[in-house]
């Protein structure tokens, strides 16, 4: 059993892969489309708050097709890649700050809690006055709301170093630019790469709920229109967007944490050390060796056999 677990560990195999990864979603998934379809088809819901699956797939169709929803569909994803990109140099350059230092630590920690829990649909409003009705107005918004888990997982990782590793590095008298090079920083990466993830959803909904707020363009802003009109399907099929183009950001991150951070992945892992060992195969002018042949019993040979009569 435990040969089984090494195997599956070293070949990246683990309870998250497999074919179930992919299954039991999209069994979820088909069991939640089955229950809508019921819902409206059954009268159980009214069509002015849940329209049919398909309508809403056509509907999406529609607006790709017509070119309408491209223009917001920019506009969304600038605002929120501004604002996250905003989000991580300021989140993660102010961890870097706090972790090397306990006093700014205990200066800045207090008011990026306070920039969390203050209720953003409030300051909203104030926030557009100030900064405009265009585009930086909203990517403030994104930034600000991203900002948080960005800073907090980035100083949660450099302030957890291996004891022991932290311990080695000062016997050897490294300095502080190859602890932090060698030790810190990798040591981090995991959480960086999380708070990273969470951060860029984040901005997505940060730019959106400013687009809803106040705009003319965005995806918010067809959101707040059709619902207003109650154009359900149109609705939906905007929210159906917005829901893809969370996920594909959702996996760009999820690529990035797999490639830079590969040690953390055994599968990514094994075929980095295999390349490495091509590299350095080619470099030497080697060509790999051989497979050694497997002994044969006399049973399987039978003209030894014959030989030693």
Do not use: C
């Amino acid at each position: 059993m435990n040969r089984q677990r090494g195997t599956a560990r070293a070949s990246g195999r683990g309870p998250g892969r497999g074919p179930g990864r992919v299954i039991a979603p999209a069994a979820l998934f088909a069991v939640v489309v089955i229950v809508w379809d019921l819902a409206r088809t059954r009268g159980w819901v009214s069509d002015l708050i849940l329209p049919r699956p398909w309508d809403v797939v056509v509907a999406a169709y529609d607006l790709f097709s017509g070119g309408l929803v491209w223009e917001h569909l920019l506009a969304t994803f600038y605002e929120t890649l501004a604002g996250f990109a905003a989000a991580a140099v300021l989140g993660i350059g102010t961890a870097l700050a706090a972790g090397s230092s306990r006093p700014v630590r205990q200066m800045v920690y207090p008011y990026a809690v306070t920039l969390q829990v203050l209720p953003m649909l409030s300051i909203a409003p104030i926030l557009i006055s100030a900064f405009g009705f265009g585009y930086t107005s909203k990517i403030v918004i994104a930034g600000m709301i991203a900002f948080f888990p960005i800073f907090v997982n980035s100083l949660t990782g450099l302030l957890a170093p291996d004891p022991d590793a932290e311990e080695l590095f000062r016997s050897l008298r490294a300095g502080r630019k190859r602890t932090f090079r060698s030790l810190l920083l990798p040591t981090a990466a995991p959480m960086i790469f999380a708070g990273l993830r969470i951060g860029l959803t984040l901005a997505l909904a940060g730019a959106v709920v400013a687009e809803i707020v106040s705009s003319q363009k965005g995806l918010g802003f067809l959101v707040q229109r059709y619902s207003s009109q109650l154009n359900q399907d149109d609705a939906f099929a905007v929210v159906l967007v917005l829901t893809v183009m969370g996920l594909l950001l959702y996996g760009a991150i999820g690529f990035a944490d797999r490639t830079i951070v590969f040690w953390r992945h055994p599968g990514r892992l094994a075929a980095k050390t295999r390349s490495r060992e091509r590299r350095v195969r080619r470099r030497l002018g080697e060509t790999p060796p051989p497979p050694t042949p497997t002994p044969q019993s006399p049973a399987s040979n039978p003209s030894a056999s014959e030989e030693k009569v």
